[in-house]
C-alpha cells in the first residue's frame, strides 16, 4: 500500500491518510457550492458564471444559501449527478463526504468599510447535514467527524471556517443503482457579509472497482491548513507505476476560499526524475492560481451540477491528471513522489488531497459491434414502419430536457393467432439538401438550436460520443450517436442499446434514403 508521510511548517490540524486502497478501478467526484451571490437580478439559485477577469470575489456580494429542492423543511441545498457508465460491471468500493463553509455566525453585515457586524449572532452545530440518493423521496440525515472548526481559535476567529467529514460507503453501495443525483441539505455557513467573504461547500469522492480499467494505488488524506500561512508537503510511497510505456496519475484536491481572481496559490509534485517541484496544471487551473473558485474533471467544468455555476465563488474541488509528456515527472518504475500545496498571496484552505496512480497499463479495447443482421431476420424480428412525424423524438418541443422522460414508442404485437410477437419500430424518413444519407441513431431533436449544445454536451461528459446535424427547412438539430449507410446496421446498433452506452429511448432517422420492402405507418 502506499504509505504517506507528511511535513508542516505550521497546521492547524494536520493531514493524515483517510483512505488506502489498490484495486482495479477508477475514482470521480461529485461536488457543489451552497452559498451563492444575491444581487439586484439574481437569487442564489442562479448560477454565477462569470470565470473571466470581470469577476467579482465572494468578498464583494451578499451571499445567501443555496436552496434548490423546494422542500420547506431544509434552508440550504444543492445537487450533482454521479453518472457510471454500464460498459463494465462497477462496485462501489470507498464514498467520502465531506462538506466545509466559512460560518462565525447566521448573519452577518457589513455597514461600512472594514467593518463586519454579526445581525444573527446564533451559530448552530456543524457536524450534521441531510443527503438525498439517487431514486430517494426523503432526507437522510448524516453526522459527521468535525475535522476543524475555527470558532474558538484566535486565528480564525472573523471568519471561523470548519470542515466535516463522513464515510457513506455502505448507504452509497445498498443503493440499487448509485449513478444519479446527489443532493445535500442543511449545509451551514454565514450569509450576508462576513470578513474575508462567505465560502462553502460539499464533496464526494468515489473509488469504485471496474475489471476492465488498470491496477491504480490510491490514496485519499485530509486535515485543514491556511497554505498562505504554511505549506503543505505530502510524500507519497509504496506504490509502483508501470515497468514500461506511459505512466498516468491524476491528484484530487478541494479547498475553500481560493479566491478567482487571487493569484499565488500552487499545486506541484516532485519526483525522482524530475529532481525539482512541478506545477501542475489544466486549461482551466493555472500554475500560480490553482484554487480559483471552481469545480472541475480534467479540462472541464463539471455541469451536470444543479446550480451549475462555473464561478463558486470560493469553494474548489478538481480532479485532474498530472501532465508526464514523456515520462517527465513520473517515470517508469517509480515508488515515490511528494506533493506541495502553497500559496504566496491568496489566503485558502486545503482539507483534502488525494493521489491515484496507474500500476499498470489497460487492456487494449476490444470492439463490441453487433453482428449485422440480414434483411430477413430483421424483418423476422422487428415490425418497420416508415413514419413522417414522430413527435416524441422533440425534446424541448413538449417542455423536457433530457431523453429519458420521453416516452417509449415501442410496442409488441402478435398475428391472429398469437403466434409470433415482433417489436413495432419506426423509422422517420427525412429528405435534407446537402445532409449524408445514410440511418442516424438519434437520440433526440432540439426544436430551438440553441438547447442542443448543452444536451450533447452532458452526453459527450458520460463517454456517450455524439453528432449533430440540422433540418434547414425548419432549423431543428437532431443529436445522433452513429450513422448507418445499411437500415440493418442501424437496428442491430439500436437494439444494442448503442452497444451498450446509452439506457434510455432511441429513435432510427432515415435521411435521403429510399426504404424497399417497408410500408408506411397507417
Not at 475555527?150 to 476567529?157: I, Q, R, T, V, Y
Not at 500552487?266 to 519526483?271: A, E
Amino acid at each position: 500500500m502506499m504509505v504517506l508521510g507528511i511535513s508542516l511548517a505550521h497546521s492547524q490540524n494536520p493531514f493524515k491518510p483517510r483512505f488506502q486502497k489498490e484495486l482495479n478501478g477508477d475514482v470521480t467526484i461529485l461536488a457543489n457550492n451552497i452559498t451563492n451571490r444575491v444581487d439586484y437580478s439574481n437569487s442564489s439559485n442562479v448560477p454565477y458564471y462569470n470565470h473571466t477577469s470581470t469577476a467579482l470575489l465572494n468578498d464583494d456580494f451578499t451571499m445567501e444559501y443555496i436552496d434548490i429542492d423546494g422542500d420547506e423543511s431544509t434552508f440550504s441545498s444543492s445537487s450533482a449527478e454521479l453518472f457510471l457508465d454500464t460498459n463494465s460491471p462497477k462496485k462501489i468500493v470507498y464514498a467520502g463526504l465531506y462538506w466545509a463553509g466559512t460560518y462565525k455566525y447566521n448573519t452577518g453585515d457589513q455597514p461600512k468599510e472594514d467593518k463586519f457586524v454579526a445581525v444573527d449572532a446564533g451559530r448552530a452545530s456543524v457536524s450534521t447535514v441531510k443527503i438525498k440518493y439517487p431514486n430517494q423521496a426523503q432526507y437522510k440525515s448524516i453526522t459527521g467527524t468535525v475535522i476543524f472548526d475555527g470558532l474558538n481559535s484566535a486565528e480564525f476567529k472573523d471568519f471561523a471556517p470548519y470542515v466535516v467529514y463522513a464515510d457513506i460507503t455502505d448507504d452509497v453501495v445498498g443503493l440499487m443503482n448509485p449513478s444519479g443525483v446527489y443532493t445535500l441539505a442543511d449545509i451551514r455557513a454565514t450569509q450576508g457579509m462576513l470578513r474575508g467573504g462567505i465560502a462553502s461547500g460539499w464533496q464526494i469522492f468515489i473509488v469504485y472497482e471496474d475489471s476492465s480499467k488498470p491496477l491504480k494505488n490510491i490514496i485519499t488524506f485530509d486535515g485543514f491548513s491556511d497554505i498562505s500561512n504554511s505549506s503543505v508537503s505530502l510524500n507519497c510511497t509504496g506504490f509502483k507505476t508501470v515497468a514500461q510505456g506511459q505512466v498516468k496519475s491524476q491528484i484530487a484536491v478541494a479547498a475553500l476560499d481560493g479566491d478567482y481572481k487571487v493569484p499565488g496559490d500552487k499545486v506541484s509534485i516532485k519526483t525522482a526524475k524530475s529532481k525539482n517541484f512541478i506545477a501542475v496544471t489544466n486549461k482551466l487551473r493555472k500554475p500560480d492560481n490553482f484554487f480559483n473558485s471552481s469545480i472541475t474533471i480534467e479540462n472541464k467544468h463539471q455541469v451536470n451540477r444543479y446550480p451549475d455555476s462555473k464561478n463558486t465563488l470560493g469553494f474548489d474541488s478538481c480532479l485532474t491528471t498530472i501532465a508526464n509528456e514523456n515520462n517527465s515527472v513520473f517515470d517508469n518504475n517509480s515508488t515515490e513522489a511528494m506533493l506541495k500545496i502553497e500559496s504566496e498571496s491568496d489566503k485558502c484552505f486545503l482539507f483534502f488531497a488525494s493521489l491515484i496512480v496507474d500500476e499498470s497499463i489497460p487492456a487494449a479495447p476490444v470492439a463490441q459491434k453487433p453482428a449485422s443482421m440480414t434483411n430477413k431476420e430483421m424483418l423476422e424480428q422487428y415490425d418497420i414502419k416508415k413514419v413522417q412525424q414522430m413527435k416524441e423524438i422533440y425534446a424541448d418541443l413538449f417542455q423536457t430536457t433530457s431523453a429519458k422522460n420521453l416516452t417509449s414508442k415501442a410496442q409488441t404485437f402478435s398475428n391472429k393467432k398469437g403466434e409470433i410477437k415482433k417489436e413495432l419500430i419506426e423509422v422517420l424518413t427525412l429528405n435534407i439538401t446537402g445532409q449524408e444519407k445514410g440511418f442516424y441513431v438519434v437520440t433526440c431533436a432540439f426544436v430551438d438550436p440553441s438547447n442542443a449544445k448543452p444536451y450533447s454536451t452532458l452526453l459527450t461528459l458520460k463517454d456517450v460520443k455524439n453528432q449533430t446535424f440540422v433540418n434547414k427547412i425548419n432549423n431543428y438539430t437532431y443529436v445522433y450517436l452513429e450513422r448507418f449507410d445499411q437500415l440493418e446496421d442501424a437496428i442491430s446498433f439500436y437494439a444494442s442499446k448503442a452497444n451498450g452506452m446509452y439506457s434510455e429511448k432511441l429513435y432510427i432517422v432515415s435521411v435521403n434514403t429510399v426504404i424497399t420492402g417497408i410500408t408506411d405507418m397507417d
